[in-house]
């Protein structure tokens, strides 16, 4: 099946510095990549996804490039704001259904 | 649009009880999936139903079973529960099905089993 890795496990960073999360995955027939954002208490929140026709995605201060023929993908945000504080998860759609395979997730800390 | 609804939120069970959790997808949307997450073994998909047939199934024993309405409303039934099934049980809700497809969770229904 398919397998995806996230790195870091934890990351801290100051308000208004970047943050990057990287996710890598092994099945080169996978096409749509997901980042969920999971507050405490609360379900996963689709923050912005990716599919394979494209190789960077932007909305506001989020970003999401994909590098197929490395198999990996990335979430980029830029200015953070302590509400980014969250764990963060990449995923990616695996078989024909809509199973979604998940990294082991990022906790973000953005100290102010 | 309302967002996906889950009922209970909240829910203790002893072992060798059965659970049935539900969960109401947004309107219009006819997928309906399920997963485990818990602090071991993260987000596991457990399975998806659309137009009231499983489509997919995970990697779980027979206890976990589901089902979906004709209305796209789905159901999750565990059966003699074990202590390790305590988890967040999530549901998404997708438009339709296929490799593509956005999906958005609900809030869980979070499980304990004494």
């Known amino acids: 099946g398919e397998n995806v890795e996230q790195h870091p496990s934890t990351l801290s960073v100051q308000e208004g510095d970047s943050a990057v999360i990287k996710c890598t995955y092994s099945?080169?027939?996978?096409?749509?990549f997901p980042w969920y954002k999971q507050e405490l208490g609360k379900g996963p929140q689709l923050i912005i996804d990716i599919r394979s026709n494209v190789g960077e995605k932007k909305d506001q201060r989020i970003a999401v490039t994909l590098n197929k023929t490395a198999k990996h993908f990335s979430l980029h945000i830029t200015e953070t704001q302590p509400e980014d504080s969250a764990v963060y998860f990449c995923a990616v759609i695996y078989n024909a259904g809509n199973m979604l395979t998940f990294g082991g997730g990022t906790r973000l800390m953005v100290k102010p | 649009k309302a967002g996906v609804t889950q009922t209970p939120r909240y829910l203790i069970k002893t072992r060798g009880q059965q659970v049935t959790l539900s969960c109401s997808p947004i309107s219009g949307h006819r997928s309906v999936s399920w997963y485990q997450q818990t602090p071991g073994q993260g987000l596991q998909f457990l399975f998806e139903?659309?137009?009231?047939?499983?489509?997919n199934k995970g990697n779980f024993p027979g206890r976990f079973s589901g089902r979906q309405f004709s209305n796209s409303r789905s159901e999750m039934n565990v059966s003699t529960l074990e202590l390790g099934d305590s988890a967040l049980y999530l549901c998404?809700?997708?438009?339709?099905?296929?490799?593509?497809?956005?999906?958005?969770f609900g809030p869980g229904t979070r499980l304990t089993v004494l």
């Open positions: 099945d080169s027939a996978s096409n749509y």
């Open positions: 139903y659309f137009s009231e047939t499983q489509r």
């Open positions: 998404a809700s997708s438009p339709r099905t296929g490799r593509e497809v956005e999906q958005f």
